[in-house]
């Protein structure tokens, strides 16, 4: 058996996965079966969770490479999975050196339940440098399941919103423009923060609304941190994980918010001891769920 230290803890990545109806693509030779994009949509979460079932044929391929997966348990909407990276690992003796398959993997929880949409990833270095790298893996299987049904997918992540006016105070001489983009309506809690406007925008056009503050000439905005409409601004980018672009007066290069305080949240390692062999502990699983209710919309 293996021992586990009980201070042992699991630092999980946060993202935000949203879905949009392919209503207008402009790819030719993409094929789309005659469905109902608006059933679709309003059955998403639904045709999400059949992609974890044991007859499911989601594979996960990315760059001519297939990433094995494993689905260690699931219930009610939750989904904990293991994801394997592909890489080579070297051993020597007697002078000797004999390279071997590796395969390690992580831990990536998905919860699926009605207006969630959040998938917690471990970060594990030993398996995948960057989580964001499994975030795009995953968007690309999930994309092909998705396709048949009229839809497409975005795995993005959290971050908080205070990086908003850290970015702004590194301005000195002021903000010359700033760039907002909100996503297509998907979940009440943030289409509440983006505004009826701009989601009726979004269903309208089809399209995902961008909001462009640009100063007048020889002047600088005015951002107040204690204005509302700035802060769902903000809140709307930072809970859907839509970058925030920024460019500083006097200057060309834009700066991207959203990249520096990504969310994470840490759970104990001994919840998943002996997870994958099938057990599903009531006690564990309750403590995956309570980790997954502790995630917040919007982190400051």
């Not at 839809?151 to 205070?162: N, P, R, V």
């Amino acid at each position: 058996m293996q021992l586990i230290k009980q201070n042992d803890m699991i630092r999980f990545t946060i993202y935000t996965y949203l879905f949009k109806p392919i209503n207008s693509p402009v790819e030719k030779d993409l094929f789309l079966p005659e469905v109902n994009v608006a059933d679709s949509m309003r059955d998403k979460q639904t045709i999400f969770g059949s992609f974890f079932m044991h007859d499911s044929k989601l594979k996960f391929k990315s760059n001519g490479q297939v990433y094995e997966h494993h689905v260690v348990a699931q219930q009610d909407g939750v989904v904990v999975l293991q994801i394997a990276n592909n890489s080579k690992l070297v051993r020597e003796a007697n002078f000797n050196r004999q390279e071997e398959e590796d395969h390690p993997s992580l831990y990536v929880i998905i919860d699926n339940r009605k207006d969630k949409q959040i998938i917690a990833i471990e970060n594990r270095s030993v398996a995948f440098s960057e989580t964001s790298t499994v975030a795009r893996i995953m968007e690309e299987g999930f994309a092909k399941m998705l396709l048949e049904h009229g839809l497409e997918i975005s795995i993005e992540a959290k971050f908080h919103t205070h990086e908003f006016w850290d970015v702004a105070a590194e301005c000195k001489d002021g903000i010359a423009s700033v760039k907002f983009k909100f996503p297509y309506p998907n979940l009440p809690e943030i289409t509440d923060i983006v505004g009826e406007y701009y989601t009726e925008v979004a269903r309208r056009t089809n399209g995902e609304p961008t909001t462009i503050l640009t100063a007048r000439l020889k002047e600088r905005l005015i951002l107040d941190d204690k204005d509302m409409l700035v802060q769902n601004m903000i809140r709307a980018a930072s809970a859907s994980g839509k970058l925030i672009m920024m460019r500083p007066k006097g200057q060309r290069k834009w700066k991207q918010i959203g990249l520096r305080t990504v969310v994470h949240e840490e759970m104990s390692e001994q919840v998943f001891h002996r997870l994958e062999e099938g057990e599903l502990i009531p006690h564990k699983w309750h403590a995956i769920v309570a980790f997954m209710d502790r995630i917040k919309t919007v982190y400051d």
